[in-house]
């Protein structure tokens, strides 16, 4: 079973949150060097080793349902030259060229206090179908992406196959 923090404990068990959770949000490729690390708040956060900027963004994890391939859905707003790493001053839209448009691009949401730096939850999604406009850039978020190709036989009895069985 998983352990929570107190503080994560204190929130879950009480009417009047003290304090409410903050999500981070980590974007990177694997190939890159740079990552780019943002917080759902107004200021900045520090923690974990790293300054994860403030920044606003929305997000839906990936549903479940029945007889089909679970995806969410990842929308920042498109601030053009505004560097997303404050130690290289790389912006979104030069990082995104520089790991070919976002092809094999990943996100990682964690979810922990600003009193309490501790992991309550860690989620790493592949990102796909990655969107830029002049207002927005939005992708899609997948658990394995690989996954929606893999199939759990290695051969299916069609009638192009198997026409004696059919």
């Known amino acids: 079973m998983r352990e929570f923090s107190n503080t ?65 859905n990842l929308t920042m707003v498109n601030i053009g030259a505004v560097p997303l790493n404050p130690e290289t001053g790389l912006t979104f839209s030069r990082w995104l060229d520089e790991v070919d448009g976002g092809r094999g691009v990943k996100v990682r949401f964690i979810q922990t206090f600003r009193s309490d730096p501790f992991i309550e939850m860690d989620l790493l999604f592949d990102v796909d179908g990655i969107k830029v406009d002049q207002q927005t850039v939005t992708g899609q978020l997948a658990f394995n992406k690989q996954a929606q190709n893999n199939h759990a036989v290695a051969r299916f009895f069609t009638p192009e196959w198997a026409p004696g069985v059919f």
Request: glycine share 4%.
């Open 8 to 72: 994560a404990n204190e929130n879950l068990l009480s009417v009047n949150a003290q304090e409410p959770e903050l999500v981070l949000l980590e974007i990177y490729h694997p190939d890159h060097p740079v990552h780019i690390r943002l917080c759902l708040d107004s200021q900045d956060f520090v923690g974990f080793g790293h300054t994860w900027q403030a920044f606003q963004f929305s997000f839906t994890l990936p549903d479940d349902k029945d007889r089909q391939f679970s995806v969410g």
